[in-house]
């Protein structure tokens, strides 16, 4: 439908035509996004069409999408999982959140170092 009617070309002619890098424009999409659905296929879905309109073939901006998005649905409680988890072990949400955000943090750092440092350098 966005393909059809026209809007997924405007927004990515937007997003090239910014003076941020697409590095950062794709990070920023699928974090929030991640927040927002709390699950892999709706960031997926959003964010993995406009890095293939953006950049095809470039699987570095595909691993930004897919950590960046994962970091963002894992410190959230619209995630089911971490309701299951936090109902079934009766522990609190935010303390559990809380330690998933920094594991979340330290998996972002990683790979933004790595990638940074093997394509970016």
């Not at 920094?102 to 093997?118: E, H, K, P, Q």
Request: aromatic fraction near 12%.
């Amino acid at each position: 439908m966005l393909t059809v009617i026209g809007t997924l070309d405007e927004i990515v002619s937007v997003f090239n035509n910014s003076s941020l890098p697409q590095a950062v424009i794709i990070a920023c999409l699928s974090f929030i996004f991640g927040v927002m659905t709390g699950m892999g296929q709706g960031y997926i879905a959003i964010v993995m069409p406009i890095v293939a309109l953006m950049a095809p073939g470039n699987i570095v901006l595909v691993g930004i999408a897919m950590v960046y998005g994962m970091a963002g649905q894992m410190v959230t409680p619209t995630h089911l999982c971490i309701l299951v988890t936090v109902e079934y072990f009766k522990c609190r949400l935010w303390k559990t959140i809380g330690k998933c955000g920094v594991l979340s943090l330290l998996m972002v750092l990683i790979f933004s170092a790595w990638t940074y440092w093997r394509y970016y350098l």
